[in-house]
């Protein structure tokens, strides 16, 4: 009885063996495909295939899939708002900070993003990088008339920037093409 009492003594319940420790009973398979090569007989055939899987093991590193209008309608609105954003860049840059030569690498950069968002529509992906330049370039000429400027958008680009301007329109066009595809 006082072996009952102590909870240090530890005797098994069950039988930890697959025969219950009776070696006059035969063992029992534990698993499925145990069973079916026991079952099989020597006549009946191969006995060592591979158990088939219910699914490829590339099945684990699948994506799950969105459906498709909420993925094209999330990326067209990050798209647009990389877009907004890079024309308030090009204004920041190009304004307050008279950059020039950063605006190229800004532009670039803007229709990277946009054609890599936009990747199966190229021309959707030109327009909204090109637009965004064009935004920032009018920006950039809003700031200057209120500072006190006079010319006209084409005077001033052609005065301040020079082949910078229609560059960043190219650029971005490229770089929204490269990226799209």
């Known amino acids: 009885?006082?072996?009952?009492?102590?909870?240090?003594?530890?005797?098994?319940?069950?039988?930890?063996?697959?025969?219950?420790?009776?070696?006059?009973?035969?063992?029992t398979p534990a698993k499925p495909a145990d069973r079916r090569s026991a079952d099989v007989e020597s006549g009946d055939g191969p006995t060592n295939q591979p158990a088939r899987l219910d699914h490829p093991p590339s099945d684990r590193y699948g994506r799950e899939a969105l459906p498709p209008a909420v993925t094209r309608r999330t990326r067209a609105g990050q798209a647009l708002g990389v877009a907004a954003a890079g024309a308030a860049a090009i204004v920041f840059l190009g304004g307050p900070l008279s950059m020039t030569a950063g605006l190229l690498a800004l532009s670039v950069v803007v229709g990277l993003v946009v054609g890599a968002l936009l990747r199966?529509?190229?021309?959707?992906?030109?327009?909204?990088?090109?637009?965004?330049?064009?935004?920032g370039l009018m920006g950039i000429w809003l700031f200057a008339r209120a500072e006190g400027g006079v010319l006209d958008p084409i005077a001033y680009f052609g005065d301040v920037q020079g082949p910078l301007a229609p560059a960043q329109l190219v650029l971005a066009a490229l770089a929204a093409v490269a990226s799209s595809r």
């Open 1 to 27: 009885m006082a072996a009952m009492d102590d909870p240090t003594t530890t005797e098994p319940t069950e039988p930890t063996e697959p025969n219950g420790g009776d070696p006059a009973r035969p063992a």
């Open 120 to 135: 199966p529509a190229t021309a959707i992906a030109v327009s909204l990088a090109v637009g965004s330049v064009v935004v």
